[in-house]
Antibody, heavy 122, light 111 residues
Framework: EVQLVQSGAEVKKPEESLKISCKGS????????IGWVRQMPGKGLEWMGMIYPGDSDIRYSLSFQGQVTISADKSISTAYLQWSSLKASDTAMYYC???????????????WGQGTLVTVSS | QSALTQPASVSGSPGQSITISCTGT?????????VSWYQQYPGKAPKLMIYDVSNRPSGVSNRFSGSKSDNTASLTISGLQAEDEADYYCSSYTGSSTLGVFGTGTKVTVL
């Protein structure tokens, strides 16, 4: 069974750093893109970027380029999303998701993590 | 990259059919056959309902269907059921440099 299990909720202060994780199981982790999606409270979905763990090819949405860092450790089938300096506006639910195939084209994510709620408040 | 435009809300009675539109441009929806649709219940992760304009993943009811004409994609839910009440989002590929964008989202209400 394909599963993506994300790390738990975080409460951080502005300017702190954070790294959240997404562990894949039940499939070949290196053969599928893993994407990250933000959902701010009461708002819609926003695509942030994605990584192909097989060769560490990383693509960012222009809106999030330079704001976050996506990485992966294929030895433990885990993808990461990190911030070096959080802002209050980073408060949101963050989902990881697996693309349905190895093709780059399309935001077609067939399996999703349960989400990680990040709260940034002084 | 601007979000694709969806109606804020669509409603219908049980058994009816409804259609949700997703309007983009000639640089996204109109340029590629890579439109996906997601269903999201409150507090839950999204679920892929349609990909590549009209393909249904395994396990998704055939009451859900997708199509595209020019710069507008559509999701049709036929035989509307109470369990279809949720938020729905479209997405489209936007090319190899920007990759993709989601729609603004539509709340479906079953009357």
């Amino acid at each position: 069974e394909v599963q993506l299990v994300q790390s738990g909720a975080e409460v951080k202060k502005p300017e702190e750093s954070l790294k959240i994780s997404c562990k894949g199981s039940g499939y070949s982790f290196t053969n599928y893109w893993i994407g990250w999606v933000r959902q701010m409270p009461g708002k819609g979905l926003e695509w942030m970027g994605m990584i192909y763990p097989g060769d560490s090819d990383i693509r960012y949405s222009l809106s999030f380029q330079g704001q976050v860092t996506i990485s992966a450790d294929k030895s433990i089938s885990t993808a990461y999303l990190q911030w070096s300096s959080l802002k209050a506006s980073d408060t949101a639910m963050y989902y990881c998701a697996r693309k349905i195939n190895a093709q780059l084209a399309g935001l077609n994510f067939d399996y999703w993590g349960q989400g990680t709620l990040v709260t940034v408040s002084s | 990259q601007s979000a694709l435009t969806q109606p804020a809300s669509v409603s219908g009675s049980p058994g009816q059919s409804i259609t949700i539109s997703c309007t983009g441009t000639s640089r996204d929806v109109g340029a590629y056959n890579y439109v996906s649709w997601y269903q999201q219940y409150p507090g839950k992760a999204p679920k892929l309902m349609i990909y590549d304009v009209s393909n249904r993943p395994s396990g998704v009811s055939n009451r859900f269907s997708g199509s595209k004409s020019d710069n507008t994609a559509s999701l049709t839910i036929s035989g509307l059921q109470a369990e279809d009440e949720a938020d729905y989002y479209c997405s489209s590929y936007t090319g190899s440099s920007t990759l993709g964008v989601f729609g603004t989202g539509t709340k479906v209400t079953v009357l």
